[in-house]
């Protein structure tokens, strides 16, 4: 466990990027399933349950791959780690769909459940074999689904920018409508948390100025007093 800890660490230190920005991505919205891409990517877990993100659709729109998928995680084994092995299959025309293996099982309440090494695994997998073709990737591709507090997805993004769009692979990142709505709702948030630390910081600005202001006034008066008593004195 502490040697995956640490190999998962230095990945994560390779993809991330300081200011967390994520740039050089042709991010559009729409649904990927009518993407004009000749491969569309979906991270699938270990244990054959598809059960979020675009995973849901797989049954209903492609039920071969859906098939193909529960055999493979039915056949495996410990000795036979699905864990950064890449699947593809065709779907359409002469589209294909890759099935990434970059989790293990589906518990999102244990934190990150990437595994950035079987990640790489992959992503390297696409880039070797296929990347003169053009991929397509959903939205917060790899990350908890809508989590609000998780920042997997400025590492992955930059990942993504690094490895593939910075070596000339074509991939479109495909926003839902649910997508949308959801970063229009963080948006909205990050608003109201600016206006209140906005407020917070004119608060305190103007307790300062009150502070300085009452310090001023009790220095004259002490000046004043000091002046009354030194003339009497005399």
């Not at 649904?31 to 000749?38: G, L, R, S, Y």
């Not at 193909?68 to 036979?80: G, H, L, M, Q, V």
């Not at 993504?160 to 926003?175: A, F, K, R, S």
Request: hydrophobic content about 30%.
């Amino acid at each position: 466990k502490r040697r995956k800890k640490k190999r998962d660490s230095e990945r994560i230190k390779e993809i991330k990027r300081k200011d967390k920005k994520i740039i050089m991505l042709n991010i559009v919205e729409g649904d990927i399933f009518q993407t004009d891409c000749d491969i569309i990517v979906c991270q699938v877990n270990c244990v054959g349950i598809l059960n979020s993100g675009i995973g849901i659709f797989i049954k209903s729109l492609f039920p071969h791959v859906y098939s193909e998928y529960r055999k493979i995680c039915a056949t495996s084994s410990p000795d036979n780690n699905l864990l950064g092995r890449t699947y593809m299959f065709d779907i359409e025309g002469d589209r294909q769909m890759a099935l990434v293996f970059c989790q293990y099982g589906m518990n999102y309440r244990q934190g990150r459940f990437t595994d950035y090494e079987a990640f790489d695994k992959c992503m390297r997998f696409l880039h070797d074999n296929y990347g003169d073709k053009r991929i397509a990737f959903p939205y917060r591709f790899a990350c908890k689904p809508y989590d609000t507090k998780s920042k997997d997805w400025y590492y992955i993004g930059r990942y993504l920018e690094q490895v593939l769009v910075d070596d000339g692979v074509d991939i479109t990142i495909y926003m839902s409508p649910e997508d949308i709505e959801f970063e229009n709702k963080q948006q909205k948030r990050r608003e109201k948390k600016q206006e209140i630390q906005k407020k917070i910081l004119e608060n305190r600005i103007k307790q300062e100025m009150e502070r300085k202001r009452a310090q001023e006034e009790f220095e004259a008066e002490e000046a004043k007093r000091k002046a009354k008593k030194e003339r009497s004195e005399t």
